[in-house]
C-alpha cells in the first residue's frame, strides 16, 4: 500500500508539473467519452485531452473495464503519454511501449491494451469516474486512437472455459470469486501453440495489478507456460475470497526454451517485437475436498498393510507344516539335477562334461574346515593356503566358508550400522534443504523452481504435492517388513545354532543377516529421501532421490556375491567408499557433466578401468593384487596362456560371466562419451541396474546348470517381482514432468491424477517400485532356501 501510494503521489506530481511548465503554451481539453466508441484524435505538446468515463459499479457485480490505445503516427518525435486516473487507482503507460527482453534488447509496441483494476466499493451500486488524459512534448501532432470498452466474462465461472487473445502489450487479466462450499480451485490455461511464451499468475485483488513482462513476478503466484499452465489456489491464502488470474506474454522466448537469438545493437536501437499474439483459453475447476484426501491416505496405507497381513499368514502356514514335520528337505531327500526343471514341466539339459561326478567328494577332502578365523590369520603360510585353495578348478562352498562366523557376523553386521549412520547425517541436511525450496516457493510464489504435475498436485499444508510424498510411504513399511522378516530368519537361525542342529552349522548358504538388515534401511531411506525429493523436484536436488538407489543396487550385489563367497566379499568400509566414489560421481555430473566433454573422458576411463580391475579381481577369486609387479604378471600370464601354449580360461562360467559384463559396461561408457546425456544421474543409475540384473541372470542360470532347484515361495516371489517390475516400468516411463526441460516445457507432460482422483502416474511408480524391490529382497533372501539340507562340500561356487 505504501509502494502503491508513493508511486500515485509522484505520478500526480509529474503530471501537475507537466502542466506548470506549460501553462502558457499548453491547452486542456475535457471530453466526456462513451464506452464501445473509437475516438481518433492528435496530441500535441500545446494540448491536452482529457477523456472523461462514468459507469455504475455494484457491490455484487464485477465489470472489467479495459483500455485500447494505438498510434497512427508512424515516426513519432516523442511517446505519448495515457495516465487513467480512477477512484483510488492510477494507471499510465506511454506509447510506443517499450519492453525489455534478455540482455536487455528493446523492443516497441505501438498498440497497448490494459484492463483497469477494480477498487472495492461499500455501497450496494455507485457512479464512478475515471479520466484518461492524453499528453506529450512532442512538437509534432501524434495521431493516435482510444477504445474504452467493457470486457466480456470478465468474472470467470467455474467449469467455464474462456477463450481471449493477448500480447506483450496487451495482457489480460479476469476476476475469480470462491463460491460457497469450494475452499480450492486449479486455474488451466491453455493453448494451441507452444510460442510466443507466456506467464501466468495468480494475484489478490487490489491495485496496480501487476500484468506486464517486467513486473508480472512481483507478487502473487507464477508459472511459464507454453501449451499448458495450472496453478492450484486455495481460499485461506486470499482474504477478499477472490483472485485475479493474470496472463502475460513475454516479450521474448528463451524463458521457455525457445531460440537464443544473440544481436549486436546499438545501446538505444529497438528491434521488431514482430507478431507475438497468442490465443489462450481459460477454466476454472473445483479441486478435491477433503473426503479424496483421506481417501488417498487409507487406501495408501491399506495396500501396505496387506503385506504385514499376507507375510503373518504365511508365516503361521509355515510354521504348521514345519510343526508336521514337512519343511524343507531330510538331509537324506535325493538331490539331483533338474528337480527345477522337474517342477516347471520344462526338461534341463545340463552340460556336465566341466564338472566331473567325483568333483563332489573332492570338494570334503581338499577343504580345511577345521582351521580357525584366529589360526587361519596367523599361520605363515596362510597365502599359499589360500592360493591352493581358492585357485581349484572347481570350488565348493565350504572352500570359501572357513572363518569363524562369529568373527564374520560382526564383520557384516557393520554394513548395517555404517548405513543407520549415514543415514541420519544424509538425510539431516537433505530434509533442511527441502524445507528451504519449498519456503522460498511459499514466499515467492514461483512456480518454476519446482517440476510438479501441476495437473495433480494436491497441496496440505505447506506442502505443494502432498500426493507425491504420501505414494512414497511404502518405500519406508516395506523396508520396516523386510527388515522384520529378516530379524524372524535371524533368530530362528541362532537358536538353531544354540541347539548345535546339523544342517545349521553344516549345510546350506552360510547365514550372514548384516547385508539385509542393512538393504532393508537402504530401501526404507529410499522413501524418506524420495519423498524429500518430490517436496521440490528439480534438476539440483534429484541426487537425492538416487543416491540410496545406488546403495540398493550396491548391496544387492554384494550379498549375492556373498552367498557363494562369505570369506572374502568386501569389507564395509571398503564398499561404502566405492559407493561415496559413485554418488561424488553424480554430484560432478549435475555440475559440470552438461556438455562437457572432458568430465566425459575421465568418467568414461575411470568407468572402464574400473570395470577391468574389477575383473580381475572376481575371476581369481580374491587372489590378485594390485601392487608394483602387476605389469610383470599381466605380461607373463598373456605370454604362457595366450603365446605359449594359447589355452582356454580356467573358469569358464566366470569368463563368460565376466566378458558380458564387460561388454556391457564398455558399451555404457562409449554412449555416455558419445551421447552425453543431460540426467546423469540416471545414466549412473542406469550402469548400476544393468550390472546388478546382469549378474542377478548368471546367478540364477549358474544355480539351474549346478542342479539346485528354487523351492515355491522363492519362484512365486520371482515371477511376482518380475510381472510387479514390469508395470512399475510403464508407468516410470510416462514421464509427467521432466527438470532436463524448461518449466514451461515439462508442464506440456503434465496430465490429470488417474486413480482416486488423488494419484497420478508416478504416484503409481512409487507404489510398484516399492513392493517390486520388496519382492526382490525376498528372492534374495528365500531363492537359496533349498540348499538349507545340504552339504556345504556339495554346493557350487559360481
Known amino acids: 500500500d505504501v509502494i502503491r501510494h508513493v508511486v500515485v503521489l509522484l505520478l500526480l506530481t509529474t503530471h501537475v508539473l507537466y502542466g506548470e511548465a506549460n501553462t502558457n503554451t499548453s491547452v486542456v481539453v475535457q471530453k466526456d467519452a462513451q464506452f464501445d466508441i473509437t475516438y481518433l484524435d492528435t496530441v500535441t505538446s500545446e494540448n491536452q485531452t482529457i477523456y472523461a468515463f462514468n459507469h455504475t459499479v455494484s457491490k455484487n457485480k464485477t465489470e472489467g473495464v479495459r483500455v485500447s490505445v494505438e498510434l497512427l503516427s508512424e515516426r513519432p518525435n516523442g511517446p505519448v503519454l495515457f495516465v487513467v486516473r480512477q477512484k483510488q ?36 451500486s455507485e457512479m464512478q469516474f475515471f479520466y484518461v488524459d492524453v499528453s506529450t512534448l512532442s512538437t509534432s501532432g501524434v495521431h493516435y486512437q482510444l477504445r474504452v470498452s467493457r470486457v466480456e466474462s470478465f468474472t470467470l465461472q467455474t467449469d467455464k472455459k474462456f477463450t481471449f487473445n493477448a500480447t506483450p502489450s ?3 487479466f479476469f476476476k475469480y470469486v470462491f463460491p460457497d462450499g469450494e475452499d480450492t480451485v486449479i486455474v ?8 510466443p511464451c507466456s506467464v501466468m499468475s495468480i494475484q489478490d485483488i487490489q491495485c496496480p495489478v501487476y500484468d506486464l513482462d517486467n513486473n508480472v513476478a512481483f507478487i502473487g503466484m507464477y508459472q511459464t ?16 475470497n477472490s483472485f485475479y488470474v493474470v496472463v502475460v506474454v513475454k516479450t521474448e522466448d528463451e524463458a521457455c526454451g525457445g531460440p537464443l537469438k544473440f544481436y549486436s545493437l546499438l545501446p ?28 488417498g491416505v487409507l487406501f495408501c496405507l491399506g495396500i501396505f498393510l496387506s503385506f504385514y497381513i499376507l507375510t503373518f499368514l504365511v508365516a503361521c502356514i509355515e510354521n504348521k507344516r514345519c510343526a508336521h514335520g514337512c519343511c524343507g528337505l531330510s538331509p537324506a531327500s535325493p538331490y539331483e539335477y533338474g528337480s527345477f526343471g522337474e517342477l516347471l514341466g520344462i526338461s534341463f539339459a545340463l552340460s556336465l562334461s566341466e564338472r566331473p561326478l567325483d568333483v563332489v567328494g573332492r570338494c570334503r577332502q581338499e577343504s580345511l574346515s577345521s582351521v580357525e578365523e584366529d589360526d587361519y590369520d596367523t599361520l605363515a603360510d596362510i597365502d599359499s593356503d589360500k592360493n591352493i585353495v581358492r585357485t581349484k578348478k572347481y570350488l565348493c562352498v565350504s572352500d570359501l566358508a572357513r572363518k569363524d562366523k562369529r568373527v564374520l557376523n560382526k564383520k557384516y553386521q557393520i554394513y548395517f550400522w555404517n548405513i543407520a549412520t549415514i543415514a541420519v547425517f544424509y538425510a539431516l541436511p537433505v530434509i533442511q534443504l527441502v524445507i528451504t525450496y519449498q519456503t522460498v516457493v511459499n514466499v515467492t510464489g514461483n512456480q518454476d523452481i519446482c517440476y510438479y504435475n501441476f495437473l495433480c498436485a494436491h497441496p496440505l499444508g505447506a506442502l505443494s504435492s502432498f500426493n507425491n510424498i504420501l505414494s512414497n510411504l511404502g518405500y519406508v513399511m516395506l523396508g520396516l517388513l523386510f527388515l522384520l522378516i529378516v530379524l524372524q530368519r535371524d533368530i530362528l537361525h541362532n537358536r538353531a545354532l544354540m541347539r548345535n542342529d546339523t544342517p545349521a552349522l553344516e549345510c546350506g548358504i552360510p547365514k550372514h543377516f548384516g547385508l539385509f538388515y542393512a538393504m532393508g534401511t537402504a530401501l526404507m531411506m529410499e522413501g524418506l529421501l524420495s519423498a524429500c525429493y518430490h517436496v521440490c523436484p528439480n534438476y539440483t536436488n534429484f541426487q537425492f532421490d538416487t543416491s540410496f538407489m545406488y546403495m540398493i543396487a550396491g548391496l544387492c550385489m554384494l550379498k549375492l556375491y556373498q552367498k557363494r563367497h562369505p570369506d572374502i566379499n568386501a569389507s564395509a568400509y571398503s564398499a561404502y567408499a566405492c559407493l561415496a566414489a559413485v554418488i561424488f560421481f553424480s554430484v560432478l555430473g549435475v555440475v559440470f557433466g552438461k556438455g562437457n566433454t572432458a568430465f566425459w573422458v575421465v568418467f568414461s576411463v575411470i568407468h572402464i578401468v574400473a570395470t577391468m580391475l574389477l575383473s580381475t579381481q572376481l575371476y581369481y577369486v580374491g587372489r590378485w593384487r594390485l601392487d608394483s609387479g602387476i605389469l610383470r604378471r599381466i605380461l607373463y600370464v598373456i605370454y604362457t596362456d595366450c ?18 559384463g564387460n561388454i556391457v559396461n564398455w558399451s555404457l561408457a562409449a554412449y555416455g562419451l558419445i551421447k552425453r546425456p543431460n540426467d546423469f544421474a540416471s545414466y549412473l543409475l542406469a550402469i548400476a541396474i544393468c550390472n546388478l540384473l546382469l549378474y542377478f541372470a548368471f546367478y540364477i542360470i549358474m544355480k539351474l546348470r549346478s542342479g539346485e532347484r528354487v523351492l515355491f515361495l522363492a519362484l512365486v516371489c520371482i515371477l511376482f517381482t518380475a510381472v510387479v517390475w514390469g508395470f512399475a516400468l510403464f508407468f516410470f516411463f510416462q514421464g509427467l514432468s521432466t527438470w532436463q526441460k524448461t518449466p514451461a516445457e515439462s508442464r506440456e507432460h503434465n496430465r490429470d491424477c488417474i486413480l482416486l482422483s488423488f494419484f497420478d502416474d508416478h504416484d503409481i511408480w512409487h507404489f510398484l517400485s516399492s513392493i517390486a524391490m520388496f519382492g526382490s529382497f525376498l528372492v534374495l533372501l528365500t531363492m537359496d ?4 539340507t545340504i552339504q556345504r562340500e556339495k554346493i557350487y561356487v559360481f
Open 89 to 124: 487507482a492510477v494507471l499510465s503507460f506511454q506509447v510506443p511501449l517499450i519492453l525489455r527482453g534478455l540482455y536487455q534488447r528493446k523492443y516497441q509496441y505501438t498498440q497497448v491494451g490494459r484492463t483497469l483494476c477494480q477498487p472495492p466499493t461499500l455501497a450496494l
Open 170 to 172: 496487451q495482457p489480460q
Open 188 to 195: 488451466k490455461v491453455n493453448s494451441q501453440k507452444n510460442f
Open 225 to 240: 507456460m507454453t501449451k499448458t499452465g495450472a496453478i492450484t489456489v486455495q481460499r485461506k491464502d486470499f482474504p477478499s
Open 268 to 295: 538505444d536501437e529497438l528491434l521488431d517485437a514482430g507478431n507475438r499474439s497468442k490465443t489462450l483459453d481459460v477454466v476454472v475447476s473445483p479441486a478435491i475436498n477433503s473426503n479424496v484426501y483421506i481417501m
Open 643 to 660: 603365446i605359449r601354449q594359447c589355452s582356454g580360461p580356467m573358469y569358464i562360467d566366470r569368463m563368460v560371466l565376466l566378458v558380458m
Open 785 to 788: 532356501d533349498d540348499l538349507d
